[in-house]
């Protein structure tokens, strides 16, 4: 009796997505032509920096169209390419036409500072000179990568734009990786849907901002954190560290927290499961890496404070300091450590749930308090339903993540003086937030 002629898993799977490849190629190859048409004329008709920018929209379309395919092809999940496509081009919207009317309510922004600082940079490097800029070295690294962009292709505030939108995108990505190491398939498909679509990380996420390449960093951290708590060393490790590096160099304090949550978890949670001869190595290596994070902590805090240490003091001089116009909280006075301590429940609000709808002061204020509200039901079904507890105790890829997301949320919440600027930064730790409450809702679907 002859074998039966019974089709392979992956012959059946390379048949299902060839067409979704071919479907790619062709996309990408009409984009590719769009673009070259737009870079051509659009230029001549429209001033640089929309014709530039719409160019740039073309070529970064048409790489996302390819790239996003390609990756949830490989990963097996033909919904991640849809959503990945979907929100980039949400991003674009913003990009190219909704940013107008948000930049009606912010007149003056760091948007305008990076612009200025940029357009010098690219007029100095055509030159053939470095340009110092007496800023932070925050803003001294997003000027410099403004200015190279504009060096190369024209001073393009639209460009800078889809160039974060593209971005932004890409960092969803690595949250879905990050993500993919410990939450079952539906609760992950949840997180990585809200993670993607959220109102406030699309807009934030496709500016002309340091903040589409911090959350780009985050979700690399948050990867490389993942796979760290997991079996090996090398590839986690140089994921952190240059996730690490990046915002080292657009937000020191944010690199600081992530030093300090990454080296306790990973020794003290990570499942020893090597030789009993070859836990010299993990000590040692354990070892380099407090002694490196420690320098990274140290040069953190010059970077952010200068030569001074800091202080309760310094806290409250930062935090009352940010506290200006309509969207100021109150000023605070924290006299000791304790005051300071104290202050962190009340702050985390602030930055995690504000402001709420009967606090909008203008029409970005409307709509974060909408997506606040939506938070806030989020998380108290999530809590309610008692999965988070249950789950969190298997899940110890999580753990870093949640404790780096806290350390984030308490420092803001000591130095956040103003609700339009914590808006913009929660981005930073919503993504956390947001694969918690799925989490947490999955015992809410119905079983089977």
């Not at 690595?174 to 849907?193: D, E, I, N, R, S």
Request: aromatic letters at 12%; charged letters at 10%.
């Amino acid at each position: 009796m002859g074998a039966l002629d019974v089709p392979s898993l992956e012959g059946e799977m390379a048949r299902t997505s060839a067409p979704l490849k071919n479907r790619a190629r062709r996309l990408a190859l009409g984009m590719a032509l769009a673009a070259a048409l737009i870079a051509g004329l659009l230029p001549s008709y429209l001033d640089s920096d929309v014709g530039v920018g719409l160019a740039g929209a073309s070529v970064l379309a048409c790489l996302a169209l390819f790239s996003f395919q390609q990756w949830a092809n490989r990963e097996g999940t033909v919904w991640l390419g849809k959503l990945l496509i979907i929100s980039f081009a949400l991003r674009l919207t913003i990009a190219l036409v909704g940013s107008d009317l948000l930049y009606s309510y912010y007149p003056v922004n760091d948007s305008n500072l990076y612009d200025f600082y940029g357009r010098e940079i690219a007029a100095h490097l055509k030159e053939g000179q470095i340009m110092n800029v007496p800023a932070s070295i925050g803003v001294i690294a997003y000027s410099y990568l403004t200015g190279f962009v504009y060096a190369l292709f024209g001073p393009s505030w639209t460009l800078m734009q889809v160039l974060n939108s593209f971005i932004g995108t890409v960092g969803v990505f690595f949250f879905f990786k990050a993500f993919q190491t410990f939450l079952p398939p539906g609760v992950l498909k949840t997180a990585v849907y809200l993670t993607a679509l959220m109102p406030s990380i699309l807009l934030w996420t496709s500016l002309h901002l340091r903040d589409p390449w911090i959350f780009l960093m985050i979700g690399l951290l948050a990867y490389g954190m993942a796979l760290a708590m997991q079996r090996g060393w090398m590839k986690p490790w140089l994921m952190c560290a240059t996730a690490i590096g990046g915002l080292m160099l657009l937000r020191p304090y944010v690199a600081a927290v992530a030093v300090a949550s990454l080296i306790p978890s990973v020794t003290l949670f990570k499942p020893l499961r090597i030789r009993p001869s070859a836990f010299g190595v993990r000590l040692t290596l354990c070892v380099i890496a407090i002694t490196l994070g420690l320098y990274v902590l140290t040069k953190a805090q010059q970077l952010v404070l200068g030569t001074e240490p800091i202080s309760y003091e310094i806290l409250t001089n930062i935090r009352n300091a940010a506290a200006v116009e309509g969207s100021a909280l109150p000023p605070v006075a924290f006299r000791s450590w304790t005051d300071a301590i104290a202050h962190i429940p009340l702050g985390s609000i602030n930055f995690l749930f504000r402001p709420l709808p009967w606090e909008a002061y203008n029409l970005p204020a409307v709509v974060a308090s909408a997506e606040n509200s939506f938070l806030v039901v989020l998380v108290l079904m999530a809590l309610i339903s008692g999965r988070w507890w249950q789950s969190l105790r298997t899940m110890r890829s999580f753990w870093p993540m949640l404790i780096f997301a806290a350390g984030v949320t308490a420092v803001y919440a000591l130095i956040g003086g103003n609700l339009g600027t914590l808006m913009r930064v929660k981005i930073q730790v919503l993504p956390f937030l947001l694969a918690f409450a799925a989490l947490g809702l999955a015992r809410l679907r119905p079983s089977g």
